[in-house]
């Protein structure tokens, strides 16, 4: 019981460390914010769609980029400025000092989310159908995104901007395959194969069921899919971390 405090504790202060530091950085600001922003005006500007029709793609749009934008900072730039040698030497073990990088970008990703959520409810009318879907949606897919960031930043690099190019290598596409800009239904055979391999895919059909009533794919389908994305993609960043390691220090 005192360990799982200690570590609790530890975790509290990787990731409190990590919000205080790293939010205001101009680029998780750039690509955590204006850029989904201005994406998501760019594909709304004269569709001619309403509120709730639009809610689920700028939520999908939002959460994915603000979740993932934190951790690809994070680790470069700590291995530039030496503060992480500084934080290995710490008691805390190396797992939970990543933890608390996705951490970090699933509190910023969940909380800009929730906060378009309440500003679509009291400025544009636009209610979740249901506030169960709503957060099965957004929990599991701002922390797979966060995990997803932190993946990212497992390339043996000191500087933020070749992660950050990398991130946009991958999410790019992501967006166009996930049924963000165009529903699944309308997409051709081979590229809603495709879309089965991202996570996104599922995050975005399950805020299609919240504001709309209608998902292409089976809700429960959805919501394991995006559990076990999660699971896989914060494997892999915990394992890719630990492997170019070395390379950093």
Sequence with gaps: MNKLLLRSRQLA?????????????????????????????????GRG?????????FLGITLFFTGSSVGPFITPWETRTRTLERLLTSPAPFSLLILGDVLAGFIFGLALSLLIVTGGFFFLGVQPGSILTLLLALLPGSFCFAALGSLFSALPTDKPANVMMLSNIVRLPLIFLSGVFMPLADLPGGLRFLALFSPLTYTVDLLDLTYSNTSYLNPSMALLMSCLFTLTILAGALTWHKRSLLTRL
């Design 49 to 57: 769609s309403g509120p709730a029709e639009l809610m689920p793609a």
């Design 13 to 45: 202060a990787v990731t409190w460390k990590n919000v205080r530091v790293y939010y205001t950085e101009p680029p998780v600001l750039i690509f955590g914010l204006f850029f989904p922003f201005f994406l998501f005006l760019a594909f709304a500007f």
